[in-house]
């Protein structure tokens, strides 16, 4: 089980310390968002992979309508030699309210289709144009998106919002497992873990005693045995095998890691 940070950077030597910690804590890889309101996540994997060894570097996710093809090819072959073959890339069509970012941009957004057709032109040029190709993890969670992930993607991250309960998480990867195939491995957002949840929740995300109420999923124990136990039966029972976690919790998930390895 593999767990990894989602992080955005607040400043240059902040983010060094962050990164580096991240590292000594035992986490796979810190993920970078791709919004208008974080900064970009290609000079800022550029940056973290320029003071770790070992942490891998994804974007989370990136949004195929607001890259040509040939533009995402060039940045991940930069940061793929930069971090010495440490990046994976975190692709997908796009959040719902991202079409005003594209506008922005003055990238052309599209349908739902044309977005899926866009997200699959990029990882085919990615996949063609950098040696080596890094991991591909596309995020879904509607049949036409999951069907696209299962022919294109390494790996495919489970969208799915925090109140998702136990239940509802069942029946979601046991539809992603049928469209995606039984090989493909899946990741997991997780949201909090006993009563801390991210600071960006005050602005309308549930609580953690909500979260607690529902049995939602993505809430982990406090203790980080029972936390363990949680995250190895996800992989017994759905083919979870990573997880997410919010980087301003990453102290309070930091105990888990060495729990999974024994």
Do not use: K, N
Not at 192 to 205: E, K, Q, Y
Not at 246 to 255: I, K, N, T
């Amino acid at each position: 089980m593999r767990i990894v940070a989602v992080e955005a950077p607040r400043g240059g030597a902040d983010w060094a310390d962050r990164v580096r910690r991240f590292e000594d804590m035992g986490f796979h890889a810190v993920l970078v968002p791709d919004t208008l309101w974080t900064p970009s996540p290609f000079p800022a994997l550029g940056a973290a992979a320029a003071v770790t060894t070992t942490l891998r570097l994804r974007t989370w996710v990136l949004a195929a309508p607001l890259r040509t093809p040939a533009a995402l090819t060039r940045e991940v072959a930069a940061l793929q030699a930069l971090s010495d073959d440490r990046f994976e890339l975190g692709i997908g069509a796009g959040r719902p309210d991202a079409e005003d970012e594209a506008r922005r941009l003055g990238a052309r957004w599209g349908d739902a289709a044309t977005r899926i057709a866009a997200m699959e032109e990029s990882v085919t040029a990615v996949r063609g144009g950098v040696e080596p190709a890094p991991e591909i993890v596309v995020a879904g969670a509607g049949p036409r998106m999951l069907a696209a992930a299962g022919r294109v993607a390494d790996r495919v991250a489970l969208a799915l919002g925090p109140a998702t309960t136990d239940a509802e998480l069942a029946v979601a990867a046991a539809r992603a497992r049928e469209i995606c195939g039984p090989a493909m491995p899946f990741t997991l957002s997780l949201v909090g873990v006993g009563d801390r949840v991210p600071s960006w929740f005050a602005r309308g995300g549930p609580t953690a005693e909500q979260l607690r109420g529902i049995g939602g999923f993505g809430l982990l124990d406090a203790d980080p045995e029972r936390a363990a136990d949680t995250l190895r039966s996800y992989e017994d029972r759905f083919g979870v095998d990573e997880v997410t976690v919010p980087g301003e919790l990453a102290d309070a998930f930091a105990p888990v890691p060495a729990r999974l390895a024994c």
